[in-house]
């Protein structure tokens, strides 16, 4: 068997099993809204929280600070090179001090996708001597940043900090540092994690606190700032972590540490280093997108009862669901099945797929409704209706 077919045979095998991927052409629009195969959706697997990405009219009034000069460079579409030679332009300096100031004083670094902050701030801070400990459910992102490192690491059971402190009591002394790494809110089930324990389990064993904020950014927390900060514990995070890609529809990925802590990111993060800067009108519009969102707690407020309502609607009609977020997991089981349920909420008119295995556990397939501030907030009874 060639090497084409034996790629072509595993396309086959996962067709049979109900899990092979396709890339669909998916065109978003204003209102939490999608097109996709000729047909307007309201839009549920999407991670346009605050509305922002399909804001045409604020995308519109940002571009008006430069109607009187298209040419600035602050509208270049590439900065050609990176940052570490001439691609750290004043843009990346504005959005980085606009950062700092929402995470009060704390010094701030920008990198080009959550992925690159992950696979990268772990490989860079933990070495050989140390010891990683890391939610069993943490993004794959953070999986390969353990696996892209010299460090040993585990996983401890999801949200299960009795067991990680076990883990703790057992194996600290026999290492040089410890890091704890977690998501505040988690992808797939939209639930939280106890950041308070955790700030006490860092200061009781001496360990280093990693938070990946990417799904409460924006959110979470007061002006925005995430889970931790509503919380009361960002101070205390080591590194926090947050994405422009889905709340602030824009592109990108921060973190906020103390500033020695930057310095050696940037002299030490391989995808930091190694790789373009962001266009400058990214970073611009990040930056304008992140002043404008801490001033939206009326849509934050809506897009909690929202999904509130969502999960009462499952849960009232004997369907299994989770979480405490804008993240709303219908827990269906098999991957086929899971397949006939979106098809079911798509003839309905609602755009949300099926997540199958290995994004979950086997026999977890599930649809996950992903909500939006831009909805109306009828739509939730649609689904009701619906069920």
């Avoid at 086959?12 to 109900?18: D, P, R, T, Y």
């Avoid at 579409?77 to 606009?98: I, K, M």
């Avoid at 701030?108 to 050989?128: D, E, K, W």
């Avoid at 883990?167 to 950041?195: C, N, P, Q």
Wanted: glycine fraction near 10%; aromatic fraction near 8%.
């Amino acid at each position: 068997m060639s090497f084409v077919d034996e790629l072509a045979a595993d396309s086959a095998a996962l067709k049979e099993q109900g899990r092979l991927r396709v890339l669909r052409e998916i065109t978003p629009l204003p209102g939490g809204r999608a097109r996709f195969g000729g047909r307007e959706y309201c839009n549920l697997s999407g991670n346009d929280y605050m509305g922002i990405s399909g804001d045409f009219e604020l995308r519109q009034r940002f571009y008006e600070q430069y109607a009187a000069d298209l040419s600035t460079p602050e509208l270049a579409q590439s900065s050609a090179s990176s940052r570490l030679l001439t691609g750290n332009t004043p843009a990346y300096v504005r959005l980085e001090a606009t950062l700092s100031q929402l995470y009060g004083g704390r010094a701030a670094l920008v990198f080009n996708s959550g992925y690159h902050a992950n696979i990268g701030i772990l490989p860079a801070l933990a070495g050989a001597g140390d010891l990683i400990l890391s939610d069993k459910l943490n993004h794959a992102s953070i999986i390969d940043g353990l696996r892209l490192g010299d460090a040993e690491f585990r996983r401890y059971p999801h949200l299960d900090l009795e067991r990680l402190e076990r883990i703790l009591a057992d194996k600290r002394a026999g290492f040089r540092r410890v890091f704890l790494v977690t998501e505040s809110v988690f992808s797939m089930d939209g639930d939280l994690a106890d950041l308070r324990r955790l700030v006490e389990l860092k200061r009781k064993y001496d360990a280093i606190l990693v938070v990946d904020e990417a799904h409460a950014v924006g959110v979470r927390g007061p002006l925005g700032t995430g889970l931790a900060a509503e919380m009361g514990v960002a101070a205390e995070i080591d590194v926090l972590i947050g994405t422009f890609g889905k709340a602030f529809g824009s592109t990108g990925a921060y973190a906020v540490m103390e500033p020695q802590v930057r310095e050696y990111l940037v002299n030490h993060m391989r995808p930091l280093i190694f790789t373009t800067g962001l266009p400058p009108v990214v970073l611009n519009w990040s930056d304008y997108v992140l002043k404008h969102v801490a001033g939206l707690d009326e849509k934050r407020a809506k897009l909690r009862r929202m999904g509130e309502r969502l999960r009462t609607l499952f849960r009232n009609a004997g369907l299994k669901t989770a979480g405490d977020s804008q993240i709303v997991p219908l827990v269906i089981g098999e991957d086929r099945d899971a397949e006939c349920a979106a098809e079911r909420f798509l003839s309905a008119g609602f755009l949300v797929f099926p997540i199958r295995p290995p994004t979950v556990p086997a026999h977890t397939s599930r649809l996950r409704f992903s909500l939006s501030a831009a909805l109306d907030e009828s739509e939730i009874e649609r689904v009701e209706q619906l069920l």
